[in-house]
């Protein structure tokens, strides 16, 4: 839950606003693997050589059978549609699997090598809604880079799904953190439906603090510099409260508060 400790720590971070979002954009661009990270900060990219074991232990671990741009393909597929329901049946259509099984097998293998993590539908009680489709966000942003890196003609990735992605993943990380095993259990992040076709992208849930059971905020990840009332105005009609997660605006003056994606970060951890 926010506390005054959370709203003072965001005031003490609005200075370097400019900053942490350079420092975001890069992390967006080279991830958190400890040699991508060194590669990105002493020549300014991370090396094609990195990049191609990446490809190599995801083909061998995820899709062994298929030529070796088709885990590529695959992420380059999933990261374009991070921030809807993922269909499984046009996923695999697309991608010429032939059946949905053979998509589910390689999603599966993907979550498996935790380079991958699903965030489920979930309903006002933070239950996991059955048969709804899910969400399925890459684990880290370089993972999304592959592809277009390494092969000409495929789109870059988006920064706005990017950060999506990102922050879903960081709040996955502080709940097994506090719970270990959620992550294996598939029980961290949901998104939430609130009626005429709108959604709250994480939903709160459950999780363990000094005090008993408390919940975590709702958030709405906006990576934008203005117009992320709309966003907020949701969060409110349904929770009363919770944080946008923007690209710069950091603003504390409205019931679901305007936080840069980075500085939400920082909070987290």
């Known amino acids: 839950d926010v506390c005054s400790s959370d709203l003072d720590a965001a005031e003490s971070l609005e200075l370097f606003v400019d900053e942490l979002d350079l420092a975001w954009q890069a992390y967006l661009t080279s991830g958190g693997f400890p040699r991508a990270v060194a590669e990105h900060h002493r020549t300014g990219e991370v090396g094609e050589a990195f ?6 232990w995801l083909h061998r671990d995820v899709d062994p059978e298929a030529g ?18 993922l269909n499984r049946r046009a996923l695999a259509e697309d991608l010429g699997y032939g059946s949905r099984q053979t998509a589910d097998l390689r999603l599966t293998r993907l979550v498996g090598t935790y380079a991958a993590i699903w965030c489920h539908q979930v309903d006002d009680d933070g239950r996991r809604v059955a048969g709804a489709q899910s969400k399925l966000y890459l684990c880290d ?10 092969r000409a003609g495929l789109p870059r990735p988006d920064f706005s799904r990017l950060t999506e992605a990102c922050t879903g993943v960081a709040l996955a990380r502080v709940l097994d953190d506090l719970e270990p095993g959620r992550w294996e259990d ?11 076709g709108k959604e709250i992208d994480f939903a709160p849930v459950g999780a363990p603090s000094a005090s008993g059971v408390a919940h975590t905020v709702a958030i709405e990840s906006k990576w934008v510099s203005s117009g992320w009332r709309a966003g907020a105005r949701v969060i409110e009609g349904k929770l009363a409260a919770g944080v946008v997660a923007t690209r710069t605006v950091l603003d ?5 508060w305007a936080l840069p994606a980075p500085v939400l970060a920082l909070l987290l951890e």
């Open 51 to 56: 990049l191609r074991d990446l490809a190599a």
């Open 186 to 196: 598939d029980d961290t992040i949901g998104y939430l439906r609130t009626g005429g």
């Open 252 to 256: 504390l003056s409205n019931p679901a």
């Open 141 to 150: 942003p370089l993972l999304a880079w592959l592809a277009p890196r390494l």
């Open 68 to 85: 070796e741009d088709s885990v590529g393909r695959l992420l380059s597929t999933l990261e374009g549609r991070c921030t809807s329901p």
